[in-house]
Antibody, heavy 121, light 110 residues
């Protein structure tokens, strides 16, 4: 069974840093792009970042460029999100998701259960 | 900045049919936008419903279908049931490695 488990969320002060982890199992991890998607309280989903299977390409939403860094360790079947210079606007549940793309049929699936990041002022 | 538009809310009667749409602030949605749809209930992670415009994800009932209608992606629920009451999100590929989610549609079944 495919599974994604996020960890590393918590309470941090504005301007601080946090590193999220996502452990994958049940599929050949290095064959897939991985994404981070966040959801602020009471709000919609927002795509945050993607990283290619070999780590050779990374993309970010404009609002986190220069502050967040996505990385992966294929030996550990894990993807990470280093978040620096956090602001209250970064408060959200952060989900990791696999980007399935067989035959260019893209979808975010599966999803982890999410980890809550709260940034206090 | 590309914005993906969805109806903020929609209401459907049990057994009725509803079509939710997903558009672009500039331009048209096409197959190369790789539209996919997700259902989310409070406190839960999103669940994949439709991908690549019209392919149902495993286990998704056939009352859910996807299409391109005019210049938008569309999710149609035929024969709505009470447990379809959820938030629905679309996401589009807008190029240069970037994906954008719509703001979501809150569907009420009553």
């Amino acid at each position: 069974e495919m599974q994604l488990v996020e960890s590393g969320g918590g309470l941090v002060q504005s301007g601080g840093s946090l590193r999220l982890s996502c452990a994958a199992s049940g599929f050949t991890f290095n064959n897939y792009w991985m994404s981070w998607v966040r959801q602020a309280p009471g709000m919609g989903l927002e795509w945050v970042a993607n990283i290619k299977g070999d780590g050779g390409a990374k993309y970010y939403v404009d609002s986190v460029k220069g502050r967040f860094t996505v990385s992966r360790d294929n030996a550990k079947n894990s993807v990470y999100l280093q978040m620096d210079s956090l602001g209250v606007e970064d408060t959200a549940v952060y989900y990791c998701a696999r980007v399935s793309s067989g035959g260019a049929l893209y979808r975010f699936d599966p999803w982890g259960q999410g980890t809550l990041v709260t940034v206090s002022s | 900045q590309t914005v993906v538009t969805q109806e903020p809310s929609f209401s459907v009667s049990p057994g009725g049919t509803v079509t939710l749409t997903c558009g672009l602030s500039s331009g048209s949605v096409s197959a190369t936008s790789h539209p996919s749809w997700y259902q989310q209930t409070p406190g839960q992670a999103p669940r994949t419903l439709i991908y690549a415009t019209n392919i149902r994800s495993s286990g998704v009932p056939d009352r859910f279908s996807g299409s391109i209608l005019g210049n938008k992606a569309a999710l149609t629920i035929t024969g709505a049931q009470a447990d379809d009451e959820s938030d629905y999100y679309c996401v589009l590929f807008v190029g240069s490695g970037i994906w954008v989610f719509g703001g979501g549609t809150k569907l009420t079944v009553l």
